[in-house]
C-alpha cells in the first residue's frame, strides 16, 4: 500500500534521516502520522517551492481500517492496540497509529507528482473544486484540456 504526505523539505528531510515519528502536540486527528491516498491532498500540503511531497509505503500486513469519525482518535488507538491505522472519508485521510508499519519513504520527483495530479485531475474532471495551490494547478489543467472549469 502507498500513500502521500505533504510537508516542507526541511520536515520530508528530517522524517528521510529518522522516520516518521507521532507528534507531540495533537491535530484534528491527534498525534498520529498523517498521510492520503490522494496527491490533490498532499499537494496542498507540500506542492508548494520549499515544499515536497513524500510517497510512503505501508507494510501489507499493517491493520488499517475504515472508520467514521477523527475525534478522540489517540484514545481509540489506546483502546485498540492491535490497530495500525485508520482510514477516515474514503482514504482521504490516513492516520497511522504505528509508524513502525511505514517500510519506505522517499520524495517524489516533480515529474511524478505532475504525473500523478494529472490523473487525478483527469478522474475527478472540470467540475472539481481544490484548495490553495491545487487549484491553482487544476487551473491550468483545464485550460490545456480545454475544459470549462
Request: proline share 3%; net charge negative.
Given at each position: 500500500?502507498?500513500?502521500?504526505?505533504?510537508?516542507?523539505?526541511?520536515?520530508?528531510?528530517?522524517?528521510?534521516?529518522?522516520?516518521f515519528k507521532r507528534s507531540d502536540v495533537p491535530s484534528f486527528t491527534g498525534t498520529g502520522v498523517?498521510?492520503?491516498e490522494c496527491m490533490?491532498?498532499?499537494y496542498e500540503y507540500g506542492g508548494y517551492e520549499g515544499?515536497?511531497?513524500?510517497k510512503c509505503e505501508v507494510s501489507q500486513s499493517a491493520n488499517i481500517i475504515d472508520h467514521d469519525s477523527y475525534r478522540d482518535l489517540?484514545?481509540?488507538?489506546?483502546?485498540?492496540?492491535?490497530?495500525?491505522?485508520?482510514?477516515?472519508?474514503?482514504?482521504?485521510?490516513?492516520v497511522i497509529w504505528n509508524a513502525?508499519?511505514?517500510?519506505?519513504?522517499?520524495?517524489?520527483k516533480a515529474d511524478d507528482i505532475t504525473h500523478r495530479l494529472h490523473e487525478e485531475f483527469?478522474?475527478?474532471?472540470?467540475n472539481m473544486a481544490y484548495n490553495g495551490?491545487?487549484?491553482?494547478?487544476?487551473e491550468v489543467f483545464c485550460e490545456a484540456k480545454g475544459w470549462e472549469c
Open positions: 500500500m502507498h500513500f502521500y504526505h505533504g510537508t516542507s523539505l526541511t520536515n520530508a528531510n528530517n522524517i528521510l534521516a529518522g522516520g498523517n498521510l492520503t490533490t491532498i498532499s515544499g515536497a511531497i513524500l489517540d484514545d481509540f488507538f489506546k483502546a485498540n492496540p492491535h490497530i495500525d491505522g485508520v482510514s477516515l472519508y474514503g482514504g482521504n485521510v490516513v513502525d508499519v511505514i517500510t519506505k519513504t522517499e520524495i517524489m483527469e478522474g475527478g474532471g472540470p495551490n491545487t487549484q491553482d494547478q487544476f
